[in-house]
């Protein structure tokens, strides 16, 4: 065994087997597999193995449609030929018109990444299907593309790929221990010697958090006890003279697929149960859970009614094994938060399907840093530290509940709610609160004119559109208030703070205290990583001279990583987390001046106080941090409190409102309108896959800058000129909004994708924004969007639509 390698994969199952593989497809051979069994003697051994196109986002469809080519690829090798049912298509069932909706807008999102889904009716579906009955369906969408694959000769081809590249796999290896270094490599201890190396990865499975603890971390996986069945022979199975498209019923929480001449049939029961809580027996090898046939008796009732052929068939085998679920439902593949050079791909609950694709994207970031593709969907980093055992648990039971049901747009579920909250949760509550989640944070998405009110769950606008649009004229009427937690803040100190800042940066740092400014910072590619607002804050009582670095609340465990990562041994920079201390109130509106000059001494004027200002002050008695910069592109004040003052300047705040019919507003508010004044949203329209000139932020880089991270491949990407162009579009729809993902089109021709979209109340217009291929960005140019299966026209037009020229702000 090899003492030294570049890389340890550890974990022997398609998640561990993929990385090796696509490691020295990425030219890097110097690699080794670990495993403490034999390869796929965990959850893959027994995995139904179904391979589908289907994804909810593009990131999910482009690595599921390499999986295939991949997997179509190994079963054609004449050499090593594996099974591989390719093509047998698949059907998701619908018995609603929403979920129809949702299919509608999945086969447009999915056509912008070249895959074509069909969206059919009952009819079509029992024609293409003709052991399924059309009682209480509606249609299905059909993956033309849809097959199964053998779990354990897929990895073993896989791994005889590997191999034959200069890759080493190690059998029955247990790891016990890990061991990082100052220069941050690792030697990892096996029962059979130590390897050091330079990157370890974390492929293990259900006994994912066995490795974390070796490293000292938690990931937010579950194990839940999955059963199926295989039924003896079918005789229409065999009579038919084709092979059975796979079905996924949201109906009725079951799957099936051919097996031989009878049928693989899975249940999601809602009396469903997790796995390994408390510990996994370490001899859990190529094993199974007892059958427990009588918790899915509510999904095998559904089953015999949507198939009646199964109620005359025999039962050959019953296989009830783990599976592996994440906090949200999907992978975690990319870095572990908190460490350097190691990596993780886990909680692939349908690994065999997409691990080809997982284990692409993830050897990518590695040897590159970024993959093709924004990965942000299935990146560590997006869950914080509320996600510990138990709300992993419910999340997973919730999500294993609702497998084949899709999140509708603004559908926030249950489980697990109440993780995040601040002093005014309770208070907002009580005012009628609907709460969206925002990284574990309860924030207030509108406010309910009644306690029974509820909303529609639905990709078209629903029953809250008006309720917003009172928000939104209150604001821009008179004003506003609205909470905004878990907005990501570091403070970052030090003699080389501003040298080091002025290096993350690819535009310009504000030169004077007091002053704010919004700043991107880029990827080693050219490419946009993450968007920041910085404030310089002088020398007080408070603390030295120091940056306030502000971002996204989902991006505090990603943009703490990249800082720390950039530091330089010798740089006096220390960056302090304040996160989870302080909480912004939004105070917004032609009348905000009047507000805050009622509960605070400071002079609140535009000469003393103007836009991009910020100050150290106090409101009534609370002390705050307030910046004159608006997302709403109204007269609007940032005002950053601790929490343990924070309901103090609520109170401070409404009492000085009533004499000037203070509202409070909500997250669907904000959204509205940020989308009219061409504001963008990190990880909508912010993405990896673009640079900052295709994106439009030509004004916050300074290329005249000596140096800044990406600054050679910007230049370089510069030259070449723009692959695409983010433009916004006026959509010619009042019944729904353009969602991420729908496809741009010019008659039949694909040429862009939506990012983000809603309607604009102020400007009274539906407002998308998209990337879309240069020779169409001019402003005037008529497309149209895949909306829901309508084609809807689209006009790209001038941003921002509301006030453009800046004047309210700066009132």
């Keep these: 065994m090899k003492s030294q390698t570049r890389v340890v994969v550890i974990g022997g199952g398609i998640a561990g087997c993929s990385t090796l593989y696509h490691l020295t497809q990425e030219g890097w051979t110097d690699v080794v597999l670990v495993e403490r069994n034999e390869l796929t003697s965990g959850t893959t051994w027994h995995s139904a193995a179904q391979v589908t196109n289907f994804g909810m986002n593009q990131t999910m469809v482009g690595l599921k449609s390499h999986s295939i080519e991949l997997y179509r690829e190994l079963a054609s090798d004449p050499d090593y030929p594996i099974n591989y049912h390719h093509g047998d298509g698949g059907i998701r069932l619908a018995n609603t018109e929403a979920q129809m909706d949702g299919y509608r807008h999945f086969a447009s999102m999915a056509r912008g990444m070249g895959v074509e889904f069909e969206v ?39 791994a005889r790929r590997a191999r034959a590249a200069g890759a080493e796999v190690y059998r029955n290896t247990p790891v016990i221990g890990l061991t990082q270094h100052r220069d941050h490599s ?72 051919q097996e031989k001449y009878g049928l693989l049939v899975g249940f999601y029961e809602q009396n469903c149960k997790t796995w390994g809580m408390d510990g996994i027996d370490p001899h859990f090898v190529n094993a199974l859970c007892p059958d427990d046939l009588d918790r899915t008796t509510d999904v095998l009732e559904g089953a015999f009614a949507r198939m009646p052929a199964l109620m005359d068939v025999g ?41 080809g694709g997982h284990g692409w994207l993830l050897a990518q970031q590695i040897v590159h840093g970024e993959a093709c593709y924004d990965t942000w969907c299935l990146d560590p980093r997006r869950f914080a530290g509320h996600a510990n ?75 809250s559109f008006d309720l917003v649009a009172q928000e939104i004229k209150a604001v821009q009427s008179a004003v506003g208030l609205c909470e905004v937690n878990g907005f990501n803040r570091f403070e970052i100190t030090g003699s080389d703070a501003e040298a080091f800042l002025d290096r993350m940066i690819c535009g310009r740092l504000p030169r004077r205290f007091g002053r704010v400014g919004l700043a991107y910072l880029l990827n080693h590619h050219g490419m946009l990583k993450s968007e920041a607002t910085i404030a310089r804050l002088p020398a007080t009582d408070l603390g030295p001279e120091r940056f306030w670095y502000g971002s996204a609340a989902a991006s505090e465990l990603h943009d703490m990583d990249w800082l720390t990562q950039h530091l330089g041994s010798d740089e006096d920079v220390q ?108 990880k909508a329209d912010v993405l990896t896959e673009f640079d900052p000139f295709e994106t439009g932020l030509n004004r916050f880089v300074h290329m005249g800058k000596p140096q800044f991270i990406g600054k050679a491949a910007l230049e370089t990407r510069a030259a070449q000129g723009p692959s695409k162009r983010l433009v916004t579009l006026e959509v010619g729809s009042k019944a729904a909004p353009a969602h991420g993902g729908a496809s741009v089109m010019l008659g039949d021709a694909f040429v862009g994708t939506v990012t983000s979209g809603g309607w604009g109340h102020r400007v009274q217009k539906n407002i998308a924004y998209g990337f879309v291929s240069p020779d169409y960005a001019d402003s005037g140019t008529e497309l149209h969007i895949d909306l829901l299966g309508d084609r809807v026209p689209a006009t790209v037009v001038t941003s921002p639509l509301y006030d453009p020229e800046m004047n309210l702000v700066r009132t």
């Excluded at 032609?590 to 000059?597: E, F, G, L, T």
């Design 186 to 257: 690792w030697t990892v201890h096996t029962e059979h010697g130590d390897i050091t190396c330079e990157i370890v990865v974390n492929a293990c499975g259900y006994r994912v958090n066995e490795l974390g603890a070796m490293m000292g971390v938690h990931h937010p996986v579950m194990s839940m006890e999955h059963q199926y069945l295989v039924t003896e022979e079918i005789p229409a199975i065999r009579e038919a003279g084709h092979r059975m498209p796979l079905l996924r019923c949201p109906i009725s929480d079951y799957y099936c697929r």
């Design 389 to 463: 055992v138990e709300l992993t648990a419910l999340k997973a039971i919730e999500d294993y509940q609702n497998e084949f049901r899709f999140h509708f747009p603004n559908e926030h579920r249950p489980a697990g709610r109440m993780a995040k909250t601040t002093p005014l949760t309770p208070v907002l509550a009580a005012e009628g609160a609907a709460f969206t989640v925002v990284n574990g944070w309860e924030r207030a998405e509108y406010f309910k004119p009644a306690p029974d009110f509820d909303v529609t769950h639905s990709f078209r606008f629903d029953e």
């Design 575 to 682: 960056i302090r987390s304040l996160t989870n201390d302080q909480t912004i109130l939004v105070l917004a509106g032609p009348k905000s001046r009047d507000v805050i000059s009622a509960v605070s001494r400071a002079d609140w004027s535009a000469a003393a106080f103007p836009w991009l200002s910020v100050r150290e002050c106090f409101i009534g008695i609370a002390p705050a941090t307030v910046m004159a910069v608006s997302f709403s592109g109204e007269l609007a004040y940032e005002i950053h409190v601790p929490n343990a003052s924070l309901y103090a300047a609520y109170l401070a705040l409404r009492e000085a409102g009533e004499a000037h019919d203070l509202r409070l507003f909500g997250a669907l508010a904000v959204e509205s309108m940020r989308l009219e004044k061409g504001f963008l949203h990190w």
């Design 315 to 355: 039962i050959h085998t019953v296989v009830n094994g783990p599976i592996t679920y994440t906090i949200d439902g999907a992978p975690l593949v990319g870095p572990i938060p908190g460490k350097r050079n190691a990596f993780c791909i886990i909680g692939l609950r349908a690994g065999l399907g997409e691990g």
């Design 120 to 158: 059919i009716d009952a009819e079509e579906c029992a024609r293409r299907h003709p052991l399924i009955s059309t009682d209480n369906l509606i249609g299905g969408l059909w993956d033309g593309q849809d097959g199964d694959i053998d779990p354990a000769q897929l990895c073993q081809a896989l």
